[in-house]
């Protein structure tokens, strides 16, 4: 299949600036610990994390078929101790790590290096069940759950999930042959979504083939989205770009996107469910926007 070759009717966003921030990268270890290696690397996080671990070390390993969605978990349960002193970061080495859906922390990064490539199960038992958005009434799939995306957090103070350009593959094409053709009890996984949470950053990274939309902040406030490449076929089903939905402070800036739906859509809700929710999407600022697409480039609605 073509995927991202066909400008006339992809969407494309790219937005260039710059939010740099030196932070000191993790390189070796395989304790949480103050005293480690480290060399300088620079990217754009909202603060220096004092503790680190990498995913190798709680038996994750990225040959591109072991399933490591336990290793996550455990790895991010064990770094969120230490929230209270001075965060944690989680680094991703070169490889390929296949998992399912897991919970971010909080005063947390997760870092995928250049060569690091985390691919998203196509086992839909590796994606809980969730409640539908309160601002949804609903799946927008099918009535009922949804699968949780895989990366997801909520409640969360002081979240970045960035690299070096590393990709998060999520492997979409079983969930559109499985939603073309009706077979889904539930709506799809998206690739990344935080929900009631302040302080966000996604950045850094390539995104490609999520089973439904990319990046969705929800009910969050102080959101940055940025230096992201976003990549699917012109003609998946729902897999827009970056929708921030029903948020506070909002910023996309430095993104290449192509999908075959929305760029950027803005959105609060959906519906008379999100009119009966009322919360809706305020101080939403794109930059440097270049777009290719197939239905909008930017919109801004309640669906």
Avoid at 5 to 31: H, Q
Avoid at 115 to 138: C, F, K, Q, T
Avoid at 162 to 182: P, S
Wanted: proline share 4%; glycine share 10%.
């Amino acid at each position: 299949m073509e995927l991202w070759t066909s400008a006339r009717r992809s969407k494309v966003i790219d937005v260039r600036g710059v939010l740099g921030v030196l932070v000191l990268f993790y390189t070796i270890g395989v304790e949480s610990r103050k005293s480690v290696k480290w060399d300088y690397f620079e990217y754009g996080a909202s603060s220096c994390r004092a503790h680190s671990a990498s995913v190798s070390d709680f038996g994750g390993v990225g040959d591109g078929t072991t399933v490591n969605t336990k290793a996550f978990q455990a790895a991010i349960d064990h770094l969120s101790q230490f929230s209270s002193e001075g965060g944690s970061l989680l680094y991703v080495p070169p490889g390929r790590w296949l998992t399912g859906s897991f919970n971010l922390t909080s005063y947390f990064t997760l870092y995928l290096d250049k060569d690091a490539v985390l691919l998203g199960s196509e086992n839909e038992s590796e994606y809980p069940l969730i409640e539908p958005l309160p601002s949804y009434g609903r799946g927008r799939d099918a009535d009922g759950a949804r699968y949780s995306s895989l990366i997801f957090g909520k409640n969360l103070t002081d979240v970045v999930i960035t690299g070096a350009n590393g990709t998060i593959d999520g492997q979409g094409e079983l969930w559109w042959t499985k939603f073309r053709a009706g077979k889904l009890d539930y709506t799809r996984p998206y690739l990344i979504e935080i929900m009631f949470s302040t302080d966000v950053q996604i950045s850094n990274l390539t995104l490609i083939n999520s089973p439904s939309w990319n990046v969705h902040p929800v009910y969050c406030s102080n959101v940055v989205v940025q230096d992201l490449t976003i990549l699917a076929p012109v003609k998946s089903p729902n897999t827009d770009g970056i929708n921030p939905d029903s948020c506070t402070n909002t910023r996309i800036q430095d993104c290449y996107i192509v999908s075959g739906d929305d760029c950027v859509a803005v959105k609060s809700g959906w519906d008379e469910y999100g009119i009966s929710f009322g919360n809706a999407h305020e101080a939403a600022c794109d930059q440097k926007a270049d777009m290719h697409f197939t239905h909008q480039c930017s919109d801004c609605t309640g669906e």
